[in-house]
Each structure stands twice: as structure tokens, then as C-alpha cells.
């Protein structure tokens, strides 16, 4: 599943709540959600961890989807193969 057809998919599902939720409410479940990836990774619960990054991926399109956001897009134009900083497909950017 490509990251468009993912987010057209939450749109299909969810946007009719997401909607009436608006962009700050979207915006905090999102919030909420990174929190509890950062919990399940700490607690090396392996499949905690792929759920919550289920949720996060899932939180972002939808909130994409309220603001008008095509993300697969906005990641491809920002990060198209190589480093946005350096130029380089391998990062060189000092740490
Ligand atoms: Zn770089």
C-alpha cells in the first residue's frame, strides 16, 4: 500500500469524524498517539510498538486529510531520494 492510497483510505473510513473533530482535536489524538509509541518502545513490547506505529501513521493521514494535505506528495517533494540538507542520498550533515 503506497502512503496516498493509505491516507485515501482513512479518508474513506474516518473523515466524516475527523472532519467535525477539526485540526486540533485530530492534532491531539496524533499527539496522544506519539506518546504511546514512545511507551511501547520503552517497554519492548515488539507488538505494542508496530501497533502504535499503526496509529501514528493512521493519526497523521487523517490528520493530513483535515488540514488538505496529500502526504505522499508532501514527503516526496521534502525527501525525494537523497538528504533535503546535504544533497547526498546518504546523509553527510554533521550530527
Ligand atoms: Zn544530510
Not at 1 to 26: F, L, N, P
Not at 67 to 94: I, N, Q, T, W
Request: proline share 3%; glycine share 8%; with cysteine.
Amino acid at each position: 500500500m503506497h502512503v496516498r492510497e493509505a491516507q485515501a483510505m482513512m479518508r474513506r473510513i474516518y473523515y466524516h469524524k475527523d472532519s467535525k473533530r477539526g485540526a486540533e482535536g485530530t492534532w491531539r489524538w496524533l499527539l496522544e498517539e506519539v506518546e504511546e509509541l514512545g511507551e511501547a518502545i520503552r517497554s519492548g513490547d515488539e507488538r505494542a510498538i508496530r501497533d502504535e506505529f499503526a496509529d501514528v501513521l493512521a493519526w497523521l493521514a487523517s490528520l493530513a486529510n483535515v488540514v488538505g494535505v496529500d502526504l505522499e506528495e508532501a514527503f516526496s517533494s521534502k525527501y525525494p531520494g537523497h538528504c533535503p540538507k546535504c544533497g547526498r542520498s546518504v546523509c553527510m550533515c554533521p550530527t
